[in-house]
């Protein structure tokens, strides 16, 4: 009945939950983390593990159900023996390409932060046999520089991935190409010297090549900066522009990065300023946290949290990460402390009120839900979903006249068309419940069906209102176009199927409606409703008394607390004659029906009794 703003029917449902953290990492940005850690020499095999799947892989090649590599694994085996092995009429040309095609396909293995292990020495021999029978045009030999040179810094060989990296960038001015990557591995190399003027120039070239590489050269720079300016300004202006462009410029990460930069942001108010060295200590511990998050270890989770709390005090959005991970624990007290240490920090952070005002909720403390979700509105008078949180909660709390003010407020705010179709459905359901207006109701529902033209429910409600109002062709017609709907699940079509089958039945056209009963039952057997619909026209309009108890007995079956089945499973028996049969059925209708409440008792027990009146 009560209207919920995210899920309308799961109370459990919170729409605006505060993620913090991604749920996934990005491979791009795990590399770009996992190789942005200082000193910048990478060695073989030694990388960040990185968790895919609850699996930690550290090291050498994944198992099948893990990575699926079978296939390409396969190809490069091809490729190997072809090597190992090479006809006498092979091409140099196909020799080239062949070892192109295994070292880039070893390389993309060792880059990816799934599958680690000591791919690049792998990838470094194919691109050395290549090397052998390579084309002597510059635009190949410069792509071949490239990749050399990125294979000798991932094994750490920083001197000849200098050496490479330049003759790249001297090949593709002759080529006229731009060879990003060595750009960027000059500018690793540049920043592992200390040599900021060179680090600055083809960090900043490379960032240009590759989006997310301008990212990794930003993080560089920016801890080169760090590390070399003997008074670091108290300014977060590098730290928040780094974290602006890799959230802008990765995907699954994009929220880890925006956290962290909204933190910083927010703790720029406090009378405590960070500085650069704390800048970056705190995006680094802060992304720890986050893919610990993304690992379900709560407890590491936790600890690098409090670690972070201790040196940045001020930070509410701290407390509350602090508390949704309580909360995910079950240890609801420590989750509410934190929300509460949250609003104490800071009255206004409208994020904290909602996550305490949405586990009161949980916890069934309507009232102290209710008066948190008033301080929300305080804070946002123009927020929707807000008025229609606080209008659950006056349901809850039975007051009914308030909820339908407050759902009235949440329309005229809101400005999502199907969300509001939500709230117009519940709120009908009031008009119709509690002031038995169905004029409005069904004003509210034809309302939700304009908001929504694919929302099923708002027409099998609206049909339901005109069949109250006795506007069967209405109701027909809006059954009707309900049918049309693309989304319309199988257990809906065949609700509204039994809906006009009953419609028909009050226009007594018996055969029309026996076809929608039917249809509903082939499309939802387990829909207890047509069964006994059926049965009724075949028990009172065909004289067909068999396949009316075999239809009734088939409803009672689907739903043994059918009390309407029942008594209809003794009107059939009656009629046969079968008496006890018939009390049967009569006296489990009515020990049902004092919970459903769905039969006239004074009926039910004259039937009794002339039973065995002689």
């Known amino acids: 009945m009560a209207a919920e703003s995210t899920s309308f029917y799961n109370d459990d449902a919170y729409p605006h939950r505060l993620d913090n953290g991604p749920k996934e990492a990005s491979d791009d940005l795990a590399r770009l983390l996992a190789d942005s850690q200082f000193p910048l020499e990478p060695s073989l095999g030694k990388h960040l593990p990185t968790t895919v799947s609850g699996t930690t892989i550290t090291g050498g090649p994944a198992q099948d159900n893990e990575v699926p590599l079978r296939t390409g694994q396969a190809a490069v085996s091809r490729l ?13 040309a196909e020799r080239y390409t062949e070892a192109m095609q295994t070292g880039q396909y070893w390389l993309k293995q060792h880059r990816s932060p799934k599958v680690r292990g000591a791919w690049a020495s792998e990838a470094l021999a194919q691109f050395c046999r290549a090397q052998d029978v390579a084309p002597t045009d510059t635009n190949t030999q410069c792509q071949l520089s490239e990749l050399l040179a990125e294979c000798y810094y991932h094994l750490g060989q920083w001197e000849k991935a200098f050496q490479y990296a330049n003759k790249a960038l001297a090949l593709g001015k002759t080529a006229n190409r731009m060879p990003g990557t060595a750009h960027t591995i000059l500018g690793l190399y540049y920043v592992k010297h200390h040599v900021l003027p060179q680090a600055k120039h083809h960090l900043g070239l490379g960032g240009q090549h590759d989006r997310v590489l301008g990212a990794l050269a930003q993080w560089h720079l920016l801890q080169l900066c760090m590390k070399t300016r003997p008074n670091p300004q108290p300014s977060l202006r590098s730290v928040k522009h780094v974290l602006t462009d890799i959230a802008q410029n990765t995907t699954h990460w994009a929220q880890a990065t925006r956290a962290a930069l909204g933190m910083v942001q927010r ?18 511990t802060l992304i720890e946290a986050l893919q610990a998050e993304n690992q379900q270890d709560a407890e590491k989770e936790l600890a690098l949290l409090k670690t972070l709390r201790q040196q940045f005090p001020g930070m509410s959005s701290l407390l509350l990460m602090q508390g949704h991970v309580h909360q995910s624990l079950g240890n609801i007290d420590d989750a509410l402390h934190h929300y509460t240490l949250a609003i104490k920090h800071k009255p206004t952070c409208e994020m904290a009120w909602l996550e305490k005002a949405a586990l009161l909720e949980h916890l069934g403390q309507f009232e102290a839900a209710y008066e948190a979700y008033q301080k929300l509105i305080q804070l946002s008078p123009a927020n929707a979903e807000y008025y229609c949180h606080l209008g659950n909660m006056a349901f809850k709390l039975e007051r009914p006249q308030e909820t339908m003010r407050l759902y009235q407020l949440a329309l005229r705010y809101g400005h999502d068309k199907p969300w509001k179709a939500t709230v117009a459905i519940s709120l009908s359901r009031l008009y119709r419940d509690f002031e038995h207006n169905l004029p409005a109701c069904e004003m509210t529902l034809t309302l939700a069906t304009q908001l929504d033209p694919s929302n099923q429910d708002a027409f099998i409600q609206l049909g339901l209102c005109l069949y109250e109002q006795a506007n069967y062709a209405g109701a027909e017609q809006v059954y009707h176009q309900a049918l049309q709907l693309n989304n319309l699940s199988e257990s809906n079509k065949a609700q509204l199927q039994c809906s006009l089958g009953f419609l028909h039945w009050l226009k007594q056209n018996e055969k029309e409606a026996i076809a929608c009963y039917q249809q509903a039952i082939t499309l939802d057997t387990a829909y207890d409703i047509p069964h006994n619909n059926l049965g009724v026209i075949y028990l009172d309009a065909n004289g067909r008394t068999h396949d009316a108890i075999a239809c009734f007995e088939q409803a009672i079956a689907v739903n043994p607390t059918y009390a309407m089945a029942h008594f209809n499973l003794g009107r059939a028996h009656s009629v046969l004659g079968n008496r006890l049969q018939a009390a049967k059925a009569f006296r489990q209708a009515s020990t049902l029906n004092q919970l459903t409440c769905e039969l006239d008792k004074d009926d039910l027990n004259d039937r009794l009794e002339a039973l065995f009146d002689v």
């Open 267 to 284: 703790y720029r108010t406090c009378p405590q300023r960070l500085s650069w060295q704390e800048g970056l200590t705190f995006c680094q």
């Open 80 to 92: 190997m023996i072809a090597w190992t092995q090479p006809a006498a009429d092979t091409a140099c």
